[in-house]
């Protein structure tokens, strides 16, 4: 059993990252971690995206072993026109252009002290800032959501509350329940599906062999993330809307990323080709054997029965599968195509702690009165009733 006084909880600004790299790496070697929760991603949100928003870093020792980590963004945020709080944000800022979408996020804890490390932290932080209204804990596993504490337990205070604000499906293929060639992934996918990807790829290798290909080195790398942009931005202006690449916080970190961390091997760039060009390209990060898919450009089709995204997609999941990846994470979002092509899913939380005030409580009952307000709208059309 975790004896709680053992731990010793201390935070402090986030000024200079070579201490705190080191702290990171040693630690993470410790934990069961996502790329999210990596320094490579970490490491380069600070430099890019949070430097200037006052971060702190917070660690957690045990017997003078460093075994938890995180770093708190302050926020002050105003929701609902009236609803004001103090907060603060784990690992990410989601304000201003400056969310870069953290998935599988968490506090990095070392093996056997998840539970300790959460408790530590919601006690440290709201007995330590009593101006703190909320903290929030943005996309967690359900492994990280167990990890919780919970409430109301003598380690935490009194006037505490966890709350479910969303939840999401995240979506996945498991590498290891086919075989190593394409028929094999194949033939885990539905009828329908198999039947109109077949008709795809006789259509593209017929108009010159779909050919693989992986960025060797970083001038290469950098050389497919802009033929991603192109084709990315390219297709979200067809349907009227901008693509992540209009967010130049967005762009300029992910080059840093791939500038930074490619070198170890920890982003991945895929181009697929035919005889007429790039059919598509895939930005991803490798971790632990695990394919994160970030971001993805592909060709306007040209016919629309063609799946040109499919395409790139099946054959991302049979190279990786060949190269020994245990993992194709296309991540949360409940897109057709990611439950039509995996056969893992999972869920997403985003939590916050919250202190017991009013405003919260009178927040909860006036967006449950604007909810059932709706779904009565709803029922009522639904009935072709006049309101």
């Not at 069961?32 to 006052?54: E, H, P, V």
């Amino acid at each position: 059993m975790v004896n709680y006084s053992d731990y010793v909880v201390s935070s402090d600004p986030v000024t200079e990252l070579a201490d705190l790299e080191s702290e990171w790496l040693d630690l993470q070697e410790r934990a069961d971690c996502s790329y999210f929760q990596s320094w490579g991603w970490i490491g380069t949100w600070l430099k890019q995206i949070a430097i200037d928003l006052r971060p702190r870093v917070i660690r957690i020792r045990h017997g003078g072993l460093l075994v938890g980590m995180g770093i708190l963004v302050p926020a002050k945020i105003k929701r609902h026109l009236i609803i004001y709080s103090y907060a603060h944000y784990l690992n990410e800022y989601p304000f201003n252009d400056r969310n870069m979408v953290v998935e599988f996020n968490g506090l990095l804890a070392d093996r056997g002290h998840e539970t300790a490390v959460y408790t530590e932290t919601i006690n440290y932080v709201f007995k330590t800032d009593k101006n703190c209204d909320e903290l929030f804990l943005g996309a967690i596993d359900d492994r990280t959501r167990c990890a919780l504490p919970v409430l109301r337990s003598p380690e935490l205070l009194k006037d505490m509350r966890l709350k479910e604000c969303d939840k999401s499906n995240a979506w996945a293929v498991n590498l290891d329940q086919f075989g190593p060639d394409i028929e094999a992934y194949m033939a885990t996918l539905g009828k329908n599906r198999r039947a109109q990807l077949r008709r795809s790829f006789r259509y593209y290798d017929e108009h010159g062999q779909l050919s693989m290909h992986e960025a060797g080195n970083l001038m290469q790398a950098m050389e497919y993330f802009e033929g991603l942009k192109v084709l990315h931005t390219r297709r979200w202006q067809s349907v009227g809307q901008k693509g992540v690449f209009a967010n130049l916080r967005w762009e300029a970190f992910h080059r840093a990323l791939v500038r930074s961390r490619f070198p170890h091997n920890e982003v991945q760039l895929l181009m697929v080709t035919d005889a007429n060009g790039p059919l598509g390209y895939l930005y991803n990060f490798i971790w632990r054997k695990h394919v994160y898919v970030l971001q993805s450009g592909f060709r306007t089709p040209a016919e629309k029965y063609l799946l040109p995204g499919y395409v790139v997609h099946v054959l991302a999941i049979v190279h990786n599968r060949k190269n020994s990846m245990k993992t194709y994470d296309l991540m949360h979002g409940d897109s057709l195509y990611k439950r039509l092509l995996c056969n893992h899913e999972e869920q997403l939380y985003w939590m916050v702690y919250q202190r017991g005030r009013l405003k919260f409580r009178l927040e909860d009952v006036a967006v449950k009165m604007v909810r059932s307000g709706k779904n009565l709208v709803k029922w009522c059309r639904e009935r072709s009733w006049e309101i």
